[in-house]
């Protein structure tokens, strides 16, 4: 996921109770053949279907550059964590799709009826994206991650997991520990998660609820070590040094969020984003981790 709407609170995080499949899911066997679309990482970046805000953050996110330095390649099995409203997966579902592998999306757990109404319309939105178009996204199936969950995908089964800017969310709904736990389940022995996370600066003690959004990368190390995978490798491709990692409203003044109050409170109008447009988006680790053979 890119990252949660800024109103949804840790209840919403933690919401959960079961692990069931969600029932509306564009599935593709094992061993389907591939089909028609875009059969290289640069043709599915170029796609059409991509809404025109999603492009725009390319200069900021680098698609082409981070997924190759994760190690996508056709035909692969892979697993995305909460998606969100799909920014990744409109690149990676339709290249898997037209090359014969297949992608599990972790979606948020909404199960629970206390769950806030954005957060079911959210991945209940996203799953009706997967099933409206599946010529595009057949190659997807959806699962769950949240902190009663089961498998995101059957063991050992992947080739490449993914954290694409969630980990904050995790350590502020403590469920940190379980999302590398699974995803080491999730993969074959040899393969690679790949994480992109908010980087906070280094020294001190990390703040375990990432209230601002920021992570030590030090932390994020250790987590991935813990349950079992070793670092093969980090990347300086998402870093941003204009990022002063001090503003008012977290992680979240900058774009794509651009909070211009508290997390939960009113937008106000009077707010100068100017500062903060000028930095772009967060200065962000991008690390690469293997699951021992």
């Known amino acids: 996921m890119s990252q949660l709407p800024a109103q949804w609170s840790r209840r919403t995080l933690l919401a959960a109770s079961t692990s069931a499949l969600v029932a509306c899911r564009a599935k593709a066997p094992d061993g389907a ?13 170029a796609g059409d279907w991509r809404r025109e805000p999603d492009r725009a953050r390319d200069r900021y996110r680098h698609p082409l550059e981070t997924l190759k330095f994760w190690g996508l390649a056709p035909g692969m099995t892979v697993v995305e964590y909460w998606p969100g409203a799909g920014w990744y997966t409109d690149i990676i579902g339709p290249f898997l799709t037209a090359t014969g592998g297949r992608l599990y999306e972790a979606n948020l757990q909404i199960d629970d009826p206390t769950a806030e ?7 209940d939105g996203f799953a009706r994206k997967m099933a409206d178009k599946p010529d595009l996204y057949g190659a997807v199936e959806l699962t769950r991650f949240g902190a009663t969950s089961g498998p995101v995908a059957p ?4 080739d490449l997991v993914l954290f694409a800017r969630n980990i904050h969310n995790w350590m502020a709904a403590g469920i940190v520990d379980k999302a590398f736990k699974d995803a080491f ?3 074959k022995p040899g393969g690679v998660l790949g994480v992109e996370e908010h980087r906070a600066d280094a020294g001190g003690l990390p703040d375990l609820l990432a209230k601002d959004g920021y992570v030590q990368q030090a932390y994020v190390v250790r987590l991935a070590k813990d349950a079992g995978f070793v670092l093969d490798g980090d990347s ?8 002063t990692k001090d503003h008012p409203f977290g992680v979240w003044t900058l ?10 409170e009113p937008a106000r109008p009077d707010f100068d984003h100017t500062t903060y447009d000028a930095i772009g988006e967060s200065d962000r680790m991008t690390l690469r981790f293997v699951r021992p053979r």
């Open 185 to 187: 389940a999730a993969l």
């Open 255 to 264: 774009p794509p969020t651009r909070l211009s109050a508290p997390r939960g």
């Open 117 to 123: 109404p954005q957060a079911k319309a959210a991945v």
């Open 236 to 243: 300086e491709i998402n870093a941003n040094p204009k990022d």
């Open 33 to 45: 053949p591939a089909r028609k679309g875009p059969r290289t990482l640069e043709d599915a970046i």
């Open 155 to 158: 063991a050992g089964s992947a």
